[in-house]
């Protein structure tokens, strides 16, 4: 079964997401044919340079439009509209 859109959730400390990125990248030219969105701050969103075409990142504001139970209401709903198929944590 192939996937056409996978979300990948990266939401803790800027050093994680930066030792994501290789991996991330190197998934994103294996499968040319999916799109991947990566779902991660603000200031880790900057990280992603020259990202793969197949790559979108979507920035969840967890101190601000995203904080709190409703915030994270607001934040699945915009991620449902993405039509997701599979999710990495």
Known sequence: MSYRKVLIIRLSA???????????????RAYPETTFVMLTQKVASQL??????????VVADVKGRHKGFVGLYHLAREVRRLSIDAVAD
Do not use: H, K
């Not at 994680?16 to 991996?23: E, F, G, K, Q, S």
């Not at 992603?48 to 990142?57: D, E, S, T």
């Open 14 to 28: 800027l050093g994680d997401v930066a030792m994501t990125i290789p991996v991330v990248y190197s998934v994103c």
């Open 48 to 57: 992603f340079i020259n990202a793969p075409r197949n790559l979108q990142v």
